[in-house]
């Protein structure tokens, strides 16, 4: 039975060096942020950090370099079967402690799962190898007899993962797997508010023996020291904010050790719809359910949320009565019950966040739809951490030029604000969205395929992404912020310059490039 039924709090335990410790310290409270009741602690003081990494480093990575990518894609699949196994467990902590409403959990329970299978499933054709060549030999003399061959080996040190709030889960699994798949062992640092559910992920995988000792660790409660830890070849993979990245950045551990580094970080994502769409088009009916959507799903705490949604000023008036529309009928408070649509954000330092980010740009913006008309369903205001859902708006095309907080500022809640540009000049609406410096996502909307296929490179240098909705595929495409592990996650500049999944790409950040000079015959006998 979960800690939330229990009257004692559990200190949850940290998994290093092959066994489960608990901290020295009296541990952080994490607390379910509807009933604002206390569920458990976590705490990592006292842990010998440096005999963690060491252990991880050299027998888990040994076990795992060990075997061939088939085999360890058989490891990733097992696993899979084991999180599945537990799956009602993982929802229930989500509930307790994210505040999520089923189809929020779905998001990051199911998600995360999906993408290990996925990568089980990539890794079976990678077969019997422990590297995997690179191009096609390359000559390197008139005689084609001694050629040049890129390989890629797995680094010989470890994956630290310094995860993001918002998808305990998800966050851990997406990053796991291609480093597990490469053969590379992983620590994870989740964030602290919400450890419980990577906590028990990780120790069902641990409890049903699947992976060697060292493959994966866990440490719930301060980083401290982690990135003290680190040697020259290990890597390191944040998810987070621009400030604490700009930390990591310059840890003597990345300027002296040259660590590699993988950051996602803010971004300020966007939603387009193309000129000459008339109002009631499939076109704007498909961006005003997207953008709604975008919004509301786990209460707008995702890093690919819309953020800025931009029409012609011609259709401003039309979209902001649609959006409206559908965000009257979003129902806020305890996940718990059937009615509720949208659950809380994850704690009071959050709501706060987005009550100070909403003041902030509503200096320059007007109110479309206020988050405050909507009345909470089975939770007291004055502890439940929920925030109805908010539209606001630049009225019009000149208000967009001057609004510069919009472009620059990430209010991580539900909000969004939409942003008109000048009737039938594309180039304005691509400079407003290029004010952002850099997003993972943005989405397009129009029912012209020539229109769409050529904005598509006036996006792709500036996103990590671009996802392209006509009505021809409305009822295929998988949604503007789910990200899916066949595609690229990550994005250039503010959003931090990072590349996770895009299928068995991923891979790549858990190898060394090599140039192997030799002669076609020793070429052809390497494994």
Request: aromatic letters at 6%; a neutral charge.
């Amino acid at each position: 039975m979960l800690a939330i039924m229990t009257s004692k709090t559990e200190l949850l335990s940290n998994y290093v060096s092959g066994q489960w410790i608990s901290g020295k310290g009296a541990g952080t409270a994490l607390r379910d942020p509807v009933l604002g009741t206390e569920l458990v602690r976590v705490d990592a003081s006292g842990l010998d950090l440096a005999a963690a990494f060491a252990f991880a480093r050299h027998k888990g990575g040994a076990a795992l370099r060990a075997l061939t990518y088939a085999q360890r894609a058989a490891l990733l699949g097992a696993a899979v079967k084991v999180l599945q196994a537990n799956r009602d467990s993982y929802y229930e902590i989500s509930t307790a402690n994210s505040g999520t409403v089923k189809n929020d959990t779905a998001v990051d329970v199911d998600g995360g799962i999906y993408t290990l299978g996925t990568y089980a499933k990539m890794g079976e054709s990678l077969g019997d190898r422990h590297f995997m060549p690179e191009g096609e030999p390359a000559r390197l003399a008139k005689d084609p007899l001694f050629q040049s061959q890129h390989m890629l080996t797995p680094t010989r040190g470890l994956a630290l993962f310094i995860n993001a709030f918002n998808f305990p889960s998800w966050g851990l699994w997406e990053k796991a797997a291609p480093a597990l798949l490469s053969g590379v062992p992983v620590i994870v640092k989740p964030a602290t508010t919400t450890a419980w559910l990577t906590q028990r992920m990780v120790q069902d995988v641990v409890d049903a023996g699947i992976f060697p000792a060292g493959a994966i660790s866990v440490i719930c409660g301060s980083s401290a020291g982690l990135m003290d830890q680190l040697e020259a070849f290990d890597v390191v993979s944040f998810t987070g904010s621009a400030e604490t990245a700009a930390i990591i950045r310059s840890h003597p551990a990345v300027t002296k050790k040259s660590v590699r580094v993988n950051i996602e970080a803010d971004s300020v994502n966007s939603a387009l719809l193309m000129p000459n769409e008339a109002a009631g088009s499939d076109a704007i009916d498909l961006l005003v359910k997207e953008v709604a959507r975008e919004m509301t799903v786990k209460s707008g705490q995702k890093c690919t949320a819309i953020r800025r949604i931009f029409v012609p000023e011609i259709c401003y008036d039309a979209v902001a009565q649609a959006l409206s529309a559908r965000l009257t009928k979003t129902t806020v408070g305890n996940p718990r019950n059937e009615t509720v649509r949208m659950g809380a954000v994850v704690n009071q330092e959050q709501l706060n966040s987005v009550r100070d980010g909403l003041a902030y740009l509503k200096a320059q913006t007007s109110v479309l739809h206020d988050g405050n008309t909507h009345a909470l369903i089975d939770a007291d205001a004055s502890k439940a951490c929920c925030v109805g859902p908010t539209l606001l708006g630049t009225r019009d095309a000149a208000g967009s030029d001057a609004a510069d907080r919009i472009h620059n500022t990430e209010v991580f809640g539900p909000v969004a604000t939409l942003v008109p540009y000048r009737n039938n000049d594309l180039n304005h609406a691509l400079q407003l969205i290029r004010r952002g410096e850099g997003s993972l996502v943005a989405s397009v909307y129009s029912s012209d395929p020539v229109a769409l296929a050529q904005v598509v490179p006036e996006l792709s240098d500036s996103h990590g992404r671009v996802h392209v909705i006509s009505p021809d595929v409305a009822a295929l495409q998988t949604g503007h912020g789910n990200v899916m592990p066949q595609s690229l996650h990550g994005g250039p500049g503010r959003a931090g310059g990072g590349e996770e999944l895009g299928g068995l790409r991923a891979l790549n950040f858990y190898h060394r490039r090599s140039a192997i000079q030799a002669s076609t015959a020793v070429l052809s006998q390497l494994q």
